[in-house]
């Protein structure tokens, strides 16, 4: 068991409710891992929306868990082995920055049904017939295969290399409409009795901090909850004056308010051998 073990100083609590707080989930690993986890740690939900900017996600049908998230670092000793062509180490030295992705709505039927890819398959079958006695063998066996099978979606199954950016900004997600400095004030003392709770170690002041904090997020509930009832009958308001004074008003809000979609029709035939096409001028002949 990780809790109290990898990380002795974080012995917080793993669910907080109204009635109390308590240490129910736990991470259990084997004997033999043991040594190779570290930085386990024990995040509230409070905390972790914070962290990731999931304001605009709260709403009376989704409120923060009661749970905490409990996390490790696993370390695992593995030998790489260095591929001699060097065509495929300059791909691996950029792996960490590309990514190749196939299109598998354009697999064909015959797939793998090639005459290298089928000689290849069946001298797989010998070698796991014959040679399987050591660990080493297998993983031989096992990089052949993986190897056959991406060869055969190279040349059979169109593809896109895609490059990511190293550091990627977090996503913003946009706060409710009806959020305001008052529901941030209550947010922020929230999470401020939150984390002196988690802190604190003298059993009689603990109970203390955790009556605090219950209530703290009562008041926060209660409020948003309020906030909430009262934007969604404004808005209820703003379309029944809309369809009495203004029908072409009223249908563009009704649009406004479902999700987004964008529609778009695709400019693109299958060639006779399976192929993509996205010529405008062969498209049109079609």
Same mark, same amino acid.
């Given at each position: 068991m990780l809790n109290g073990r990898v990380n002795k100083e974080d012995l917080? #609590? &793993?669910? #907080? &409710?109204?009635?109390?707080s308590s240490i #129910? =989930?736990?991470i259990l690993v084997s004997q033999q891992s043991l040594s190779n986890c570290s930085d386990f740690k024990i995040q509230s939900p409070i905390e972790l929306i914070n962290e990731f900017n999931l304001k605009g996600l709260i709403s009376s049908r989704s409120k923060p868990p009661d749970h905490a998230l409990l996390s490790f670092k696993l370390c695992i000793n593995t030998c790489l082995l260095q591929d001699d062509?060097?065509? =495929?180490?300059s791909v691996n030295s950029n792996s960490n920055q590309s990514f190749r992705k196939y299109n598998f709505h354009q697999i064909r039927e015959d797939f793998a049904q090639s005459d290298s890819c089928t000689n290849d398959i069946l001298e797989l079958i010998n070698k796991i017939e014959c040679n399987r006695q050591t660990q080493e063998e297998l993983d031989n066996i096992y990089d052949?295969?993986?190897? &056959?099978?991406v060869n055969e979606m190279n040349q059979e199954i169109p593809y896109s290399d895609i490059t990511c950016k190293s550091k990627q900004r977090k996503k913003w997600r946009k706060r409710q409409p009806f959020w305001n400095d008052e529901l941030k004030e209550l947010w922020d003392t929230m999470h401020q009795k939150n984390k002196? *709770?988690?802190k604190e170690g003298h059993r009689l002041r603990r109970k203390r901090l955790h009556e605090e904090f219950i209530e703290s997020r009562h008041r926060f509930d209660k409020?948003?909850?309020? *906030?909430?009832?009262?934007?969604r009958i404004e808005k209820c308001t703003d379309i029944e004056r809309m369809q009495t004074r203004n029908p072409n008003e009223f249908w563009e809000q009704i649009k406004q308010i479902g999700p987004n979609k964008k529609r778009i029709i695709p400019e693109e035939i299958y060639a006779p051998d399976g192929s993509v096409i996205h010529d405008k001028e062969k498209v049109k002949e079609k």
């Open positions: 917080s #609590v &793993t669910c #907080v &409710t109204p009635r109390g #129910v =989930d736990y062509n060097p065509s =495929d180490q052949s295969l993986t190897n &056959t099978i002196l *709770f988690m409020r948003f909850r309020y *906030f909430e009832r009262k934007f």
